[in-house]
C-alpha cells in the first residue's frame, strides 16, 4: 500500500491523507513505511519529506499528509498545497471507531480529475467489527477478491509477502492457537470465543490525569520482536476503578533510548518492571529511572488476571496498544473448543506491565497469593 501511495502522487498527481487512529503511532509506522518506498523507488530527489509537520511534498505539487483521527480539529481543516484530496487511506484500520470512517468520507469533496478512494487496510479482528458489518455482508472467507459498483476487496496473505522470513513463515504455520491461525495465518475474519477481559471501556481520561497525584507504572522488556512496553495508570481504590492515562510501546530501543523515553512519559514516578532481566532493571536505575523489579510469585500470572477482573478498567483513547491488547486476550482452548485456565502468552506485553504495576496492591488484598 505504500509503495502504491508513492506511485500515484509521483506518477498521477493524486494527494493522499494518511491516518491512523493515533497520531502518536504514525511517525514510527506508515510515515516510516512511505519513506521507505520513496527510498526503494530511488526517488528521494524527487520527494521533500518534512519530518516535524509530517507532510510528503513531490516535486509536481501533489502531497501525503499525515493525521491521526484523535486531532479531529486538524483532519476538519487540513487540505493539499495544490488541489483536493483525492485518496485517504487508514492503516489499521480495525483501531478507528465508525464515525470516524463516516468523518473522512466527507473530506473527499471537491473536483478531481481522477476518481476518489477511501482505503482501508488492516489485519481482520473479529467478525463483530463494524468493518466486518459495515463492508463485507457479501464476503467469504475463501475469497480472495471481491468488488461492486463502489466496493473492492483484496485478501492477502503471509504467501504474498516476500519480506517474511524462513522463521516468520514458520511461526505463523506453526501457529497452534485457532483464533490466531485463523486472522494472522489464513487472513480470515476471527471469532475470539474465551475473552479474559470484558469489564473494560475507552473513556476520555484527561480530568483524571490532571487531578491524580499518585500513579502506578509498569514496564515489560522487548527488543526486536516483542516491543518494550511501558504502562501508566491511576487507580480509584475506593471504586476498584484502573485508569489507562498512557503507554509506551516500541522495539529495537537500547536501554539508554527506553530509559529516555521511559522518563518523558513518567518523569521521576516509580516504575515495577519484569524481574526476569535483573540486568536492564540496573542499567535503567543507573540511567536515573526509578526501576524495581516485580517480585511475581506462585500462579502470578492467573491471580494477577483474576484480580484485575475484579476492577473496572478505563482506557483513554490515546492508549491503542493497550486497547488491542486487552481485546484479544484470551484463554487457550482445547480441541473441542473448551477454555482452559492458561492465558495465550501472544500481545500481552502492556497487560503483563499492568499486573506488574499492581503487584502490591493484589498483595495486599485479603485472599492474597
Known sequence: MAQRAVKDVAELGRNYLICRNTQNTIRRSVFNEISKAI???????????????????????????FCGLDDTEKIKSITPANGVITDIWIEEATEAEYPDFKQLGKRLRGRADAPKRLTLSFNPILQTHW????????????????????????????????????????????????????????????????????????????????????????????????????????????????????????????????????????????????????????????????????KKGKDSVNYGIDWLQRQEIIIDPKCQNFKNEIQRYKWKEDKNGVALRVPVDKDNHLLDALRYAYEDEMKSDTWGW
Open 39 to 65: 527510498k526503494y523507488f530511488k526517488l528521494s530527489d524527487y520527494f521533500s519529506i518534512n519530518k516535524t509537520d509530517l507532510v510528503i511534498t513531490c516535486q509536481n505539487g501533489s502531497q501525503m499528509l
Open 131 to 294: 468493518i466486518y458489518q459495515e463492508l463485507f455482508k457479501q464476503w467469504e472467507d475463501d475469497r480472495e477478491e471481491y468488488s461492486d459498483d463502489g466496493l473492492k476487496i483484496l485478501k492477502t496473505t503471509y504467501k504474498d509477502n516476500k519480506f517474511l522470513t524462513p522463521d516468520d513463515v514458520a511461526d505463523l504455520e506453526n501457529e497452534s492457537d485457532p483464533y490466531y491461525y485463523n486472522v494472522y495465518t489464513l487472513g480470515n475474519w476471527g471469532v475470539l470465543g474465551a475473552v479474559i477481559f470484558k469489564n473494560w471501556r475507552v473513556e476520555d481520561c484527561s480530568e483524571i490525569r490532571q487531578q491524580a497525584d499518585k500513579f502506578k507504572n509498569g514496564l515489560d522488556f522487548g527488543f526486536s520482536s516483542d516491543p518494550a512496553a511501558l504502562v501508566h495508570t491511576y487507580y480509584d481504590k475506593t471504586r476498584k476503578r484502573i485508569y489507562i492515562l498512557d503507554e509506551l510501546y516500541q522495539t529495537d530501543m537500547t536501554n539508554d533510548i527506553l530509559a529516555e523515553e521511559v522518563k518523558r512519559v513518567i518523569g521521576s514516578q516509580y516504575v515495577i518492571c519484569d524481574s526476569a532481566e535483573p540486568k536492564s532493571v540496573k542499567e535503567l536505575r543507573n540511567l536515573d529511572v526509578q526501576a524495581l523489579g516485580a
